[in-house]
């Protein structure tokens, strides 16, 4: 039988008389023990297999016990007569209380030996005989030897430490989660942590999160088992507190951070312009500990600050990541604009500059201080190539005129400090429609809605097909070889009308803006490698209404150096930005435009190069109109212009030279 304590036989007692199951609370409360006096009886009764939990209930909340068949056999005659408070009886049998209810009887012998006849004894006194001789040596004891048993004392002495030490050492394994890490509120929750608890009685165990105890913690044996509910944003400290008896508590921590919060980077989404072909400085801050990754390289961060040096600016936007240790991340494209150079200059078509007497008028311009730039027709709105070009698509279609010698013409114009601008009218082209529709090349040119080439402008080529733009910027690329300074497109939209009276192979009916954009993403590459400025000419109401014809003025100036909006006073309608008569009234009307498209391009540094009206239309144009223009531009802080005249006769009287 098993030996019994008093307390023992005392939760024994009143698990019977509650019928053999209660909660260690109520059995507390009925004997006026501890609650863990009563689990430490439960226990030695679960281990003598007269009780047993029933079954293990996971979590902080306690577990019902209950005898077992066992129990329930022996359990009434271990407590028989014992009563339910302590006994000060000292005529008790010292037995009673140590698993001993009755009096050992003497069994009788079994039957098979009943009718044995029993051994004879022989007197008390009698002396045994020995089995074997005994030999005792004649010679005095040797002395002992103090030298093993002080070793031996030692080891004992050792033993007893290393035993007592081992009995103190308490190990706890965290799983789950890592000392330190930081992770957002969507991975943290329903993760599992779990403690295992070596050397120690887990059931004493609490675990606390920021110093307040934990609800929900499910109990498996030696192991704790934490479910992380939703936590908010912030440092937490998670902390597993075991108690023991007689060795005082251990305990084992760990730290880490909830963040959602996505990392926040100083760094302005436009740059300062800064100048052509030199190096650039990005310097900005970040989150400490984040990553930051700008145009795709991996910056050092030292104390949350980042500096980035560039051989040279990019063209295009620059990506820009941040990434902190929790995995939040930011991101947006940061614009480094190009310092635009003064500007103020007139057109020039082929045909003009190889005209002697139209050319000497230029140069006369130059002459008198009143221009710093001469803008040159490349390939004009016919299609015509004015220069002897060597691409081969022009000489095969029959565009390549060769007016002048573009190489001439710019290192001309250089020897007279002069920049030169090559426009070039990209996608008006009657030349290359026709050809390519006459060589089963359909999809090259945008159509009527039946299916028939487009004869607004006597032809129109698609902006979408990759030929297309391949002839366009093997022109850019070759001006750009020969030293041009700028390449202006213009033409760069879709025709005006409703999209769905035309047919654009490749687009439908969606908006091609898009694709627009994406060309001057590549020829700015092209050209960047050359170190030739980009510029772009839109119509003028594409500030309001660009939509229309598919020039994104805001979209484009991620990619351009400098946008020409077309703001003729003679092309607006009456009232529009309230004027009453545009043309009539061009300081009004420039003035109000140029606003529009100030207000367009904040924010993206881009520079605003107008294009000014100095030819008649309804209303006889002088020096008094052009100067007005150009007055209501500079009132607005723009004193860069390019002045259109398609007679390239220009009124010198009207144009004033800009402050340097």
């Not at 009218?425 to 529709?437: E, G, H, M, Q, T």
């Not at 002045?643 to 009207?654: H, N, R």
Request: glycine letters at 8%; charged letters at 20%; hydrophobic letters at 40%.
């Amino acid at each position: 039988m098993p030996l019994l304590a008093p307390q023992h036989k005392l939760v024994l007692r009143h698990l019977l008389s509650r019928g053999g199951t209660a909660l260690p609370s109520e059995l507390s409360i009925d004997i006026d023990l501890a609650t863990e006096d009563v689990l430490n009886a439960l226990d030695y009764l679960h281990r003598t297999d007269l009780a047993t939990p029933m079954p293990p209930t996971p979590g902080l909340a306690e577990g019902r016990w209950s005898l077992t068949a066992h129990g329930r056999q022996v359990g009434p005659s271990l407590v028989k007569g014992e009563s339910i408070g302590a006994s000060n009886d000292d005529s008790m049998d010292p037995a009673e209380g140590w698993g001993f209810p009755w009096r050992p009887v003497k069994k009788d012998p079994p039957v098979y030996a009943r009718n044995l006849p029993r051994p004879k004894r022989q007197g008390r006194k009698a002396l045994r005989q020995p089995r074997f001789a005994l030999h005792v040596p004649d010679r005095p004891p040797e002395r002992r030897r103090w030298g093993l048993l002080a070793l031996a004392s030692l080891m004992t002495v050792t033993g007893a430490v290393l035993l007592l030490m081992t009995i103190r050492s308490v190990d706890i394994e965290i799983a789950g989660i890592e000392d330190g890490v930081a992770l957002q509120p969507s991975s943290i929750e329903g993760i599992q942590i779990s403690f295992t608890i070596n050397g120690a009685n887990a059931r004493s165990a609490n675990l606390l999160l920021d110093d307040f105890p934990v609800s929900g913690v499910q109990r498996y044996g030696n192991r704790i088992v934490w479910v992380v509910p939703p936590l908010t944003e912030g440092p937490h400290s998670l902390e597993l507190v075991v108690q023991r008896r007689l060795y005082g508590q251990v305990s084992s921590s760990l730290a880490f951070s909830v963040d959602g919060t996505p990392p926040l980077i100083g760094l302005p989404n436009v740059l300062e312009p800064v100048p052509m072909n030199e190096p650039v400085t990005i310097a900005g801050t970040s989150e400490p500990g984040a990553t930051v990754v700008v145009g795709g390289i991996p910056i050092e961060t030292r104390d949350g600050s980042f500096i980035l040096e560039l051989d040279a600016p990019p063209a295009g936007p620059v990506s820009v990541l941040a990434i902190d240790r929790a995995g939040n991340t930011s991101t947006f494209n940061m614009i480094i604009p190009i310092a635009y150079p003064r500007t103020q200059g007139v057109h020039v078509s082929a045909a003009a500059w190889a005209h002697n007497g139209l050319k000497n008028s230029v140069l006369d311009l130059i002459e008198a201080g009143k221009v710093t730039a001469v803008e040159i027709s490349l390939k004009n709105e016919s299609g015509v190539v004015g220069y002897e070009s060597d691409v081969p698509l022009a000489r095969e279609i029959g565009a390549s005129t060769g007016l002048f010698n573009l190489r001439s013409a710019i290192e001309e114009l250089h020897a007279l400090d002069v920049r030169v601008i090559g426009r070039i009218v990209a996608f008006r082209d009657p030349i290359l429609s026709k050809y390519a529709w006459a060589q089963g090349n359909q999809d090259w040119v945008i159509q009527t809605s039946d299916g028939r080439p487009l004869s607004k402008y006597g032809g129109f080529t698609n902006f979408q097909n990759v030929n297309v733009q391949n002839y366009n910027l093997d022109i850019a690329r070759e001006a750009a070889e020969a030293g041009i300074d700028d390449i202006l497109w213009d033409y760069m939209r879709r025709p005006e009308g409703r999209l769905d009276n035309m047919f654009i192979p490749g687009v439908g009916l969606d908006d091609p803006s898009p694709i627009i954009v994406d060309f001057l993403s590549k020829s700015q590459t092209l050209l960047r490698e050359y170190g030739v400025f980009q510029g772009v000419s839109v119509f003028g109401i594409s500030a309001t209404r660009g939509e229309a014809i598919a020039q994104d003025v805001s979209g484009m100036a991620h990619y351009v150096d400098y946008v020409a909006p077309m703001i003729y006073p003679s092309h607006w309608s009456r009232g529009e930005y309230g004027v009453a008569h545009p043309e009539a009234q061009p300081y009004d009307i420039t003035r109000a435009s140029l606003a529009d498209f100030q207000r367009v391009l904040d924010g993206t540094n881009t520079a605003l190069v107008p294009w000014l009206q100095d030819f008649s239309m309804r209303v006889p144009y002088g020096p008094a109109e052009v100067k007005a223009q150009i007055d209501a531009a500079a009132s607005l802080g723009i004193y860069d212009w390019l002045i259109w005249d398609p007679t390239v006769t220009y009124t010198a009287e009207g144009i004033v030279a800009a402050p340097s």
